[in-house]
């Protein structure tokens, strides 16, 4: 089956510095890659995704990157402010039949 | 678009006693819902995945007898944790897709906090 590694498991940053958060893969047969976001006593909200014909995806603050040769994918966080601060979760899914296998996950926490 | 409830939020019970937890999709037809059990500082560990009208379908090593899964309907599945220890505290978490929704992500429910006394 699929196993998915993320790393840091906790990231530490300043406002306003950049965070970046990279997972790996296994499974070659994955092509979905979504990004959630878990505040404390929540569950996961979906943040960004990127399928395996897409190297790179960007919305606002917030960019994924991909790499299938290498089995990795990054997301990456510009202008950190103090409401990111979170647990974040990479996950890897095959398309068709959506069961995604999750990272452990990064506890982000972005100091004012 | 696209919301998963789920209720009750928090729920603490005495051990040896049943839940129920509840997870609905408010706008769409949920024809296939995800149930998760998350540890303190951990990952999501998928439990089941339960497809309206058939039996859920069981994760290796989810004791089917003690978490009993109904989807009864296209909006409604429920998980009941029977004979409840307090093993079984955790944070459960559902997930819901329906049939516009394949290929995509599932959509999250706000969880529910069980404590077992």
């Known amino acids: 089956g699929e196993n998915v590694e993320q790393h840091p498991s906790t990231l530490s940053v300043q406002e306003g510095d950049s965070a970046v958060i990279k997972c790996t893969y296994s499974?070659?047969?994955?092509?979905?890659f979504p990004w959630y976001k878990q505040e404390l006593g929540k569950g996961p909200q979906l943040i960004i995704d990127i399928r395996s014909n897409v190297g790179e995806k960007k919305d606002q603050r917030i960019a994924v990157t991909l790499n299938k040769t290498a089995k990795h994918f990054s997301l990456h966080i510009t202008e950190t402010q103090p409401e990111d601060s979170a647990v974040y979760f990479c996950a890897a899914s095959w398309g068709g039949s959506y069961i995604p296998t999750f990272g452990r996950g990064t506890s982000l926490i972005v100091h004012p | 678009g696209a919301v998963v409830s789920q209720h009750p939020s928090r729920v603490i019970c005495k051990s040896g006693t049943s839940v129920k937890i509840e997870c609905r999709s408010l706008?769409?037809?949920?024809?296939?819902m995800f149930w998760y059990r998350q540890f303190p500082k951990q990952s999501l560990m998928l439990m089941a995945t339960?497809?309206?009208?058939?039996?859920?379908?069981?994760e290796q090593g989810v004791e089917k007898d003690k978490f009993l899964i109904n989807h009864a309907s296209l909006t409604l599945s429920t998980l009941t944790v029977t004979s409840a220890h307090p093993e079984d505290s955790s944070f459960y978490i559902c997930?819901?897709?329906?049939?516009?929704?394949?290929?995509?992500?599932?959509?999250f429910g706000q969880g529910t906090r069980l404590t077992v006394v």
């Open positions: 706008d769409f037809q949920a024809t296939t």
């Open positions: 339960s497809n309206e009208g058939s039996k859920a379908t069981y």
């Open positions: 997930s819901a897709r329906g049939e516009q929704h394949l290929n995509t992500e599932a959509f």
């Open positions: 499974d070659s047969a994955s092509n979905y």
